[in-house]
T-cell receptor, first 114, second 113 residues
Framework: DGGITQSPKYLFRKEGQNVTLSCEQN?????MYWYRQDPGQGLRLIYY???????QKGDIAEGYSVSREKKESFPLTVTSAQKNPTAFYLC?????????????FGDGTRLSIL | SQQGEEDPQALSIQEGENATMNCSYK?????LQWYRQNSGRGLVHLIL?????REKHSGRLRVTLDTSKKSSSLLITASRAADTASYFC?????????????FGQGTILTVHP
């Protein structure tokens, strides 16, 4: 079945450590997105990529980095510069060739500080 | 920035009743989308309404869009306990940022059996 896979489901970060969240899709979508969700809140856009080897900052990119070397993969690194990383991270994709397309979401990674 | 503002923040109803959630936004849009999120899970797309549409139906869902008032509503008819979830509206401003969504804070819907 086509879909988006995020791993791991739970992740713990020590002080000063960088951690990488994985996002893989087999929907053949060009566009991919990373969101952060805090308790009781909506989603805020961290980074997005509309095509391989290109990505743009979203509303809250500070302390995060991404790469887009393959169409299927869009990993997110939470760096030590992100002082409040505890949150639920969601990856999504959409068919970027057409407008008015919905986004398809993975089941998220919950990141906590040790 | 959060463009969509949803109302109410929480809604509690009995099975069989209708549930209505509202969303307001600030700038012009290309389309508006509604998503559902079950606790601890990712979002599931429910319905997309384009800026030139006024009403759209999908099963028990009815969405309206009033671009003059910059508002939308989601109606779930004959609700079921399985409809218990958070519901989010999201706007796509189109143009150079097409496909990029701005989400509201969400409405938590609880349907009691």
């Amino acid at each position: 079945d086509g879909g988006i896979t995020q791993s791991p489901k739970y992740l713990f970060r020590k002080e000063g450590q960088n951690v990488t969240l994985s996002c893989e899709q087999n929907l053949n979508h060009d566009a991919m997105y990373w969101y952060r969700q805090d308790p009781g809140q909506g989603l805020r856009l961290i980074y997005y990529s509309q095509i391989v080897n290109d990505f743009q900052k979203g509303d809250i990119a500070e302390g995060y980095s991404v790469s887009r070397e393959k169409k299927e993969s869009f990993p997110l690194t939470v760096t030590s510069a992100q002082k409040n990383p505890t949150a639920f991270y969601l990856c999504a994709s959409s068919n970027g060739h057409y407008s008015n397309q919905p986004q398809h979401f993975g089941d998220g990674t919950r990141l906590s500080i040790l | 920035s959060q463009q969509g503002e949803e109302d109410p923040q929480a809604l509690s109803i009995q099975e069989g009743e209708n549930a209505t959630m509202n969303c307001s936004y600030k700038t012009s849009i290309n389309n508006l989308q509604w998503y559902r999120q079950n606790s601890g899970r990712g979002l599931v797309h429910l319905i997309l309404i384009r800026s030139n549409e006024r009403e759209k139906h999908s099963g028990r869902l009815r969405v309206t869009l009033d671009t003059s008032k910059k508002s939308s509503s989601l109606l779930i008819t004959a609700s079921r306990a399985a409809d218990t979830a958070s519901y989010f509206c999201a706007t796509d401003a189109g143009g150079t940022s097409y496909g990029k969504l701005t989400f509201g804070q969400g409405t938590i819907l609880t349907v009691h059996p």
